[in-house]
């Protein structure tokens, strides 16, 4: 085999290098020195190139107050400890061997305790408005990936807000950062207002008045959305501000088998397990008065089993 | 139709602003442009909406990075933003050096390498940036890589300028 090139180094570290393609890398690994040294090398620059993608996220200077939805970074990859990304990366090539001894048993698609997965294999649409026009028509195989921190905690306020969860008195502080919100909410839908007069005053455009029209409502009701998901983001920072932590009373867990390592990601609790087909993770977050658990699996997982592994949970 | 953009929004917006706010440095505009591409997203709802809204939003930066580059220099936010941090003034000033220091060198990446880096950051897999970008499968380790290296040495080599400066 010859060496091995940076694109396939850094594959490897990603852990995106298919199983069946693992064997002859490692035994070239295994007596190349030359290429074993640039996996550690690449490996440092990977390490340093996360820090630096993170820098931008220094919420302390760069935000303002409501910067909490977009912070703290997903991190991955970042999570994966280099050393680790490549140990998975060669352990697919038993996954196969771990789950014959009793690990997960089968494979299942997304199982959700907290809310329905956006599951879909389908191409990008092509009917969609005219930004669409540059961006690529191959069809995507849609990857569930782990939802980023904020994401999953925006995903369970929905939840907490229909249980206990949900403050009944706001801070003054979350009380400004709503009516602020509100204020620019009035700012953006007087903005929608004027695109649409624009629209219906220049009829010659390139944009025909019906999509205009379309589009400077569809403006609005996102903008309503955003003011909607915002308020909502401030009263989950009160509950979060007591859920974050270690949580009170036991985990949620996949019976039979051990998680590879427990991350924390906000006030969420994460359990990833290793399958054959990738990693399972359990994200459990406190709602209410107990923890609510789902299941992120990687793409390409029948559907066929999925209550099985939900079964599992206990 | 509500019902679709909140679950738009409970699944993607967070993640889809912090990727803007990481390729703009603004803010404002990543929440502007977030915006844009959830209306444009209830328009003509996408059967695949993650690729979608992100390769919508790329496409969105671009087109607005270059009407705004004929009329405007863009301000670095943390000056702006400065005041409004609770840091002591010396430190805020160190953070912000550093975030501009890291902007710089994003800025020397090819858009494709950028957009390729933060898409990974957002934990696209491969097949995700591929499609996304248009790229094919096997270069996105390529232009990881490069983007990568690109980005620590762009880094390094303003780091090395700024203390030779000072």
Same mark, same amino acid.
Request: charged residues 25%; aromatic residues 4%; glycine residues 8%.
């Given at each position: ?30 007596s ?11 490996r ?29 970074a ?106 602020a ?11 929608a ?101 789902r ?20 | 139709?509500?019902?679709q ?5 409970r699944? =993607? ?8 706010? $990481?390729?703009?440095?603004?803010? #404002? @505009?990543? *929440?502007? &442009? /977030? ?42 936010? =943390? ?8 840091? $002591?003034?010396?430190?805020?000033? #160190? @953070?912000? *050096?550093? &975030? /501009?220091s ?5 800025d ?59």
């Open positions: 085999m010859p060496h091995l090139d940076d694109g396939l180094i850094h594959e490897l570290l990603d852990g995106e290098v298919p199983s069946d393609r693992l064997p002859p890398i490692q035994a070239h690994l295994a190349c020195a030359a290429c074993q040294a640039r996996l550690d090398e690449e440092e620059l990977m390490a340093e190139s996360d820090q630096l993608i993170e820098a931008l996220d220094d919420v302390s200077v760069a935000t303002p107050a409501l910067l909490p939805d977009i912070a703290p997903p991190r991955r990859a970042a999570e994966w400890p280099r050393q680790l990304a490549w140990a998975a990366s060669l352990a697919l090539a038993v996954g196969l061997g771990y789950t014959a001894g009793g690990g997960l048993r089968a494979p299942d698609t997304v199982v959700d305790g907290l809310t329905a997965p956006s599951a879909t294999t389908s191409s990008l649409d092509d009917r969609s408005a005219e930004a669409v026009a540059e961006e690529p028509a191959g069809p995507p195989p849609v990857a569930s990936q782990a939802v980023p921190a904020r994401e999953r905690g925006t995903a369970a306020t929905g939840v907490a807000g229909a249980g206990a969860a949900a403050p009944t008195a706001a801070p003054p502080q979350a009380a400004a950062e709503r009516a919100v509100a204020v620019d909410s009035m700012a953006r839908r007087e903005r207002d004027e695109a649409r007069r624009d629209a219906a005053l220049a009829p010659g455009r390139s944009e025909p008045v019906a999509q205009a029209n379309r589009l400077a409502a569809a403006r609005e009701l996102v903008s309503e959305q955003d003011v909607a998901a915002k308020a909502a983001l401030a009263a989950d920072r009160e509950v979060a501000g007591v859920a974050v932590g270690v949580p009170e009373g036991p985990l949620w867990r996949i019976v039979g088998t051990e998680p590879l390592r427990t991350e924390y990601a906000g006030d969420a609790v994460r359990l990833v397990y290793r399958h054959s087909l990738g990693e399972v993770v359990l994200v459990q977050r406190r709602v209410g008065t107990e923890m609510g658990w299941l992120e699996v990687p793409p390409g997982f029948p559907a066929d089993s999925l209550s099985a592994l939900q079964g599992r949970v206990r | 139709m509500t019902d953009v909140a679950e738009l929004f699944e =993607y917006h967070g993640s889809l602003v912090r990727m803007l706010m $990481r390729r703009t440095g603004d803010r #404002d @505009r990543a *929440e502007e &442009i /977030a915006q844009e591409v959830f209306a444009r997203a209830v328009v003509a709802p996408p059967r695949n909406p993650r690729p979608w809204l992100f390769a919508v939003a790329l496409n969105l930066v671009r087109e607005e990075g270059r009407r705004r580059a004929r009329q405007e220099r863009r301000l670095v936010l =943390y000056k702006a933003e400065q005041p409004t941090s609770a840091l $002591r003034p010396d430190e805020a000033l #160190d @953070r912000g *050096e550093r &975030i /501009a890291v902007r710089d060198a994003l020397q990446l090819s858009e494709r390498d950028r957009d390729a880096l933060l898409l990974k950051a957002e934990g696209f897999s491969y097949d995700d940036i591929a499609s996304t970008l248009g790229l094919a499968r096997g270069a996105v380790g390529t232009t990881l890589s490069r983007a990568r290296r690109k980005l620590v040495e762009a880094y390094r080599a303003g780091e090395g300028a700024h203390d030779a400066a000072s």
